[in-house]
């Protein structure tokens, strides 16, 4: 497929739009998660559609010491991957051409959510973010615009601000792409050695030992629902030969819809190991939160909930995430 390169928005909008118009925003170094984003959003805009591709190293949302100037630029090999996945246009521009004037001197800010796990651990972070996407969306002009997942907190806030500030533009979220052996895809993953990447496993494997403990608690309940309210508990436990099993089902159901607590306990015995290991894996956060605040929940919770977490393992910081439902049946 012919893809086009454009550097100035100028040139963007003198194109003929006769569709749709997805739009992707990247910082480049495109991997199969961003083709699938961008497949994601072919499908979305159509055959008569546009799906347009930025790539932009935002300066904006790199804090002293993070790696602006080792942040991969890959610019023709993202172009042979966009292009494969079925976009039309990738939007390269300058620095100068989405900061005219420097630095901005008016920024949006991302507020109390934005101060929360990442925003605590890169302050400034999302203010820089949410600048450059509002931006983008303006010099792009889409109908749709693309996030992935695997920054749920980055998804959240773009959703929040679009919601806030009233952008015309419909927001989807694409679930998160994950290599064979279960790590999260990202651009930094390149600089894992294989000894650290054996070790950042411990991130996606602590997250699946939470949903694990989750799924249990589920199917205990669910058990003990099934257990007829009519019969003498006792009876009904003797009838189905599982007495020891259902009286455990018939106290995680007494018990909160949730158990958020065992969820974190049973995903944090998987990183402490992994804090032992050579290269160890020094965390940063793990939290249980509400997807519409970023606060952490409680056992009484009920709704869907996002298990989060980030660390370093040498010189690089990984994140990694899954959504779990609490109490979705009583």
């Known amino acids: 497929m012919t893809i086009t390169l454009l550097r100035t928005a100028a040139e963007l909008h003198a194109r003929v739009r006769t569709g749709r118009r997805a739009v992707v925003m990247t910082m480049g170094a495109l991997h199969e998660g961003h083709a699938t984003l961008i497949r994601t959003a072919r499908r979305i805009a159509g055959p008569d559609g546009e799906v347009v591709v930025t790539v932009f190293v935002n300066p904006l949302q790199f804090g002293a010491g993070e790696d602006l100037d080792r942040y991969p630029r890959t610019l023709d090999a993202d172009l042979e991957v966009a292009a494969r996945a079925g976009a039309d246009v990738v939007f390269a521009p300058a620095v100068d051409e989405v900061y ?165 306990a049973a995903a944090r015995l998987v990183l402490d190991e992994a804090a032992r290991l050579t290269p160890p894996l020094e965390l940063d956060y793990l939290a249980l939160v509400d997807p519409d605040d970023f606060t952490e929940i409680g056992d009484d919770f009920t709704g869907e909930a996002i298990l989060a977490v980030a660390a370093r393992v040498g010189a690089t910081r990984l994140i990694d995430n899954i959504t779990l439902t609490f109490g979705a049946a009583s």
Do not use: C, W
């Open 100 to 264: 005219p004037g420097g630095e901005p001197q008016v920024r949006i800010t991302a507020g109390p959510m934005g101060e929360r796990l990442e925003g605590a651990s890169r302050p400034g972070h999302f203010d820089g973010m949410l600048t450059v996407v509002a931006k983008l969306l303006h010099l792009t002009r889409p109908d749709v615009a693309l996030y992935g997942q695997k920054d749920a907190q980055q998804l959240a806030l773009i959703r929040r601000m679009v919601r806030d500030l009233n952008f015309d533009v419909e927001i989807v979220g694409v679930p998160t792409v994950r290599e064979e052996d279960g790590l999260a895809l990202s651009s930094r993953n390149r600089y894992l050695s294989p000894k650290e990447r054996r070790t950042a496993l411990a991130l996606s494997q602590a997250l699946f030992a939470g949903a694990d403990r989750h799924a249990a608690q589920e199917a205990l309940r669910a058990r003990a629902r099934e257990v007829p309210a009519t019969r003498a508990r006792a009876e009904a436990l003797s009838a189905i030969g599982e007495s020891r099993a259902a009286a455990d089902a018939h106290a995680v159901a007494k018990a909160a819809p949730g158990s958020a607590a065992a969820v974190r």
